[in-house]
């Protein structure tokens, strides 16, 4: 009887320790693979979360976080199309991690001996690589902040590229610079911005960008692609490619002050395409024109278009300050189909990035492409800077509003059918149900660029 | 001989004792700002032991936790408005593994080290006693002239952070200075002080280090 009990009792010791040391293998994976690509030393994320010792101090904020879906950061719900770097948890990854970090002795036995793998090094190319000439000086306090920097392309930067990235990942770890887009000014139409900005102290010397945005002409930035803390690397998927002409590149960023005066002076470098991505990347803009908010004003705008030729949508870029609270991007066929391609409801700029399609969206000839922007200019807006609300209209951040939505997008009709063997593209499907008529306002509001 | 040295020991190390309390409850501004000036260990029980009625702030921050860091101007503002006000303000570091060195460099690279002393609280003794578990959160305390205090008030400074990632332009509340003042002209102050949003306070335990 004896031996009989204390075999049961060392059976269930064994049992219990062998499932505890699975657990701390599938926390540490999950640990791995959802977080440490940003939350460590030559990444993007203000804390580093690369040691066991690091995850046991802040433990109860992560697990907070990860609890109420802040963490990992991303921000389309699951009515939008697939999307690349889909950071959502399922619910048992979730449910390993908030277990392991449930209390100090979980954490310290679920994280024990975890190693961060040494980042990858990626060589950077000097001839693809840029930066502006002058840095600026974000002050220590303030909201988000629009700045804007021309740099030079090298002399012999790739003609056509497949992306961007930030050259240190690292530096954005501290950096007010939340959010970037680019956009080419060969013929340097921002340069009298920034050469003669009279609030500047030398007005008439290159002072470190100037505080406008940088769209040029009908090309809106991000035309280019975009980059943030949340994503410092912008690739479009194979068979793309952006043309890239001799010359300046206007980059726009956004930035939020840190505490302290710091200096922000992008470092990005191009990621070549190759002979494979034959198919050139455009850009369509999307804001609510003479976008005017009253206080206490919670309200829709919808702005759209229609499409004139076959086109596949190939990412989504959204920019948006204070008071942007939603954004949602259909297509809507002839025969009144509706396919939404991403929606957000709760929108937060300090969690944007540029969202990439799993696989281009064709949207054909004839149909509408409509952006929804939900606003919110009430005291309610937790992100509300005046109090009591004031009139808010389009313009800079933070006391206004500049909400937009670039479509990057390739015509179907200079399609090389003989190279397109790779790629799959998802055709729209009905995801309104027949009969149901998106309300559309401003119909009609000129989409930019192409 | 022996007995005069002792004796003078003891009277300098007393006053140095009452030197370092002084300058810990009522610190003045240090001449240069970008001067590299090491924290001090906060006296738990010097900040508690005042007369009867004396008003102290309190503000716990974390060198590594961006939204402390982000208020770190409104900390430089609230501690020349708590001196101007005649009541004592207190710059507290809650992590118990960081160096002097990291805080120092921290206090300057944020003109902390400008506007006031800035203290560590290592071994947890005030984190505990205010009930303090997130940085940055304020506390203000009321003294009752026998080493107690009452707790007037434990919450966030001000509403520049609605959540993690959802941060305003500029505080519209100052709900803390808000308080200090209610607390000066004896009018009440709301039960339930806002919460405050940051990083949160690990607590100490015997393998912390």
Known sequence: ?450 | MKRARQTFALFFACVTAAIVGCAASNPSPDASRNQVTLPVAVDARAITDGARGTLVAIVFISHECPISNAMAPDLIALAQSCRARGVAFHLVHASAWVDDATIAKHSADFDLAGAMIVETDRTHALVIATGATITPEAVLLRLDGNGGFDRLYLGRVNDLYAAIGRRRAQATTNDFSDAIDAALTGRPIALNAPKAVGCFIEPLSPSSR
């Not at chain 1, 440490?36 to 040691?51: I, K």
């Not at chain 1, 497949?162 to 887009?181: H, N, T, Y």
């Not at chain 1, 709760?346 to 606003?375: C, H, K, N, Y």
């Open chain 1, 1 to 450: 009887m004896f031996h009989r009990t204390a075999f049961a009792i060392i059976t269930l010791i064994a049992a219990t320790a062998h499932a505890q040391t699975l657990d701390a293998v599938e926390a540490k994976r999950a640990w791995t693979t959802h977080c440490l690509g940003c939350h460590n030393a030559s990444a993007t994320a203000p804390l580093q979360l690369d040691s066991c010792e690091r995850i046991v101090r802040h433990r109860v904020l992560a697990r907070m976080l990860i609890s109420d879906g802040t963490m990992p950061p991303w921000l389309p719900d699951a009515t939008s199309a697939p999307l690349l770097h889909d950071r959502t948890l399922d619910r048992a990854t979730r449910t390993v991690l908030l277990d392991a970090l449930a209390t100090r002795e979980s954490a310290l036995r679920a994280f024990e001996g975890l190693i961060a793998a040494a980042p990858m090094e990626r060589e950077l190319d000097e001839r693809a690589s840029f930066a502006p000439l002058h840095p600026w000086t974000v002050p220590a306090t303030g909201g988000m902040r629009i700045r804007s920097f021309l740099a030079e392309n090298p002399a012999n930067a790739p003609t056509r590229v497949r992306g961007v990235r930030v050259s240190d990942p690292a530096s954005m770890a501290q950096s007010p610079m939340r959010f970037l887009s680019l956009v080419a000014d060969p013929a340097r139409t921002l340069a009298r911005l920034e050469e003669f900005d009279p609030r500047e102290e030398h007005a008439h010397q290159h002072t470190g960008g100037f505080e406008s945005m940088a769209g040029v002409g009908r090309t809106p930035s991000g035309a280019l692609g975009a980059l943030s803390r949340v994503s410092p690397t912008f690739e479009l998927p194979r068979g793309f490619a952006f043309d890239l002409p001799r010359g300046a590149v206007a980059i726009e960023t956004l930035s939020e002050s840190v505490g302290r005066r710091a200096h922000i002076q992008p470092r990005l470098t191009w990621i070549a395409a190759d002979d494979h991505d034959t198919r050139t990347i455009s850009a369509r803009l999307y804001f609510a024109h003479r976008l005017v908010l009253e206080p206490d004003e919670i309200s829709t705008r919808m702005v759209g278009d229609i499409v004139t030729r076959d086109i596949d949508v190939v990412a989504i870029i959204v920019k948006g300050g204070a008071f942007l609270r939603s954004v949602a991007v259909t297509s809507t066929d002839a025969s009144l189909c509706s396919t939404t391609l991403l929606t957000i409801r709760d929108w937060r700029m300090a969690f944007a990035e540029p969202w990439i399609l799993t696989q281009p969206m064709r949207v054909s000839a004839g149909s509408a492409l409509d952006v929804r922007f939900g606003f919110d200019n009430s005291a309610h807006n937790p992100q509300q800077p005046a109090r009591p609300p004031r009139r808010v209209i389009q313009g800079l951040p933070p006391d206004d509003e500049d909400a937009s939505v670039v479509l990057l997008v390739a015509d179907v009709a200079a399609l090389d059918e003989g190279n397109a063997g790779a790629m799959s593209i998802t055709s729209p499907t009905n995801s309104l149900g027949a009969g149901a008529l998106p309300s559309r306002v401003n119909r009609g509001t000129p989409a930019s660029s192409e």
